[in-house]
């Protein structure tokens, strides 16, 4: 199961704006004694679709468009 764990705008050199999103895939962590699930790999895309790398807390390569972006802080 996929559920998103973080979304926020980000902002490329040139001004343009993107807003990022943040999947986490929640792996079944069930034993006989207790349910639950843990947290597993992490699938960042715009919200357009197009497929991000993680740079840093605040920076991400959008691969397709090869533009690096930096989270917008809010105030």
């Given amino acids: 199961m996929e559920?998103?764990?973080d979304e926020f705008d980000a902002e490329s050199e040139d001004g343009r704006r993107f807003h990022i999103l943040i999947y986490t895939e929640m792996l079944?962590?069930?034993?006989k004694t207790s349910a639950g699930y843990k947290p597993g790999?992490?699938?960042i895309c715009t919200s357009d679709g197009h497929h991000c790398n993680?740079?840093?807390d605040d920076m991400f390569?959008?691969?397709?468009?090869c533009l690096k972006v930096k989270r917008v802080k809010d105030l």
């Fill in 3 to 5: 559920v998103l764990t």
């Fill in 28 to 31: 079944d962590a069930s034993s």
């Fill in 41 to 43: 790999r992490k699938r």
């Fill in 54 to 56: 993680h740079i840093d």
């Fill in 61 to 65: 390569e959008i691969v397709a468009l």
